[in-house]
């Protein structure tokens, strides 16, 4: 089964600073789409950021100036820039690959999440 391993979360204090990284235990035939999500208990779980295989970026309205989605396709791997950051971003964030076969079957696959605490 594909792993998806996520790195980087942690503690900060509001204003500052995290980059969060995902890799794959495999590769694919296609990744359609790379991105981050992100979940507080009682809530449901939020896209934050994605970018396409063409390289379209898309992000939350809350994160829009202060997040930035990166992927590189040789290496499989996306990574999430977060600046400025605010108690609200305190979440469990994962990774998500969409990704499509030879055989043109979409799947979505998951990371195990990362907590990220903003915390002065």
Known sequence: ???LMESGGGVAQPGGSLTLSCSASESFYRILIMGWHR???GKEREMVAQVSDSGRAMYAESVKG???VSRD???NT???QMNFLRHEDTAVYYCKFRT???ENERRNHWGQGTQVTVSS
């Open 1 to 3: 089964q594909t792993q």
């Open 78 to 80: 996306v990574s999430l």
């Open 73 to 75: 396709n040789d290496k």
């Open 66 to 68: 202060r997040f930035t």
């Open 100 to 102: 499509l076969s030879a």
């Open 39 to 41: 979940q507080v208990p």
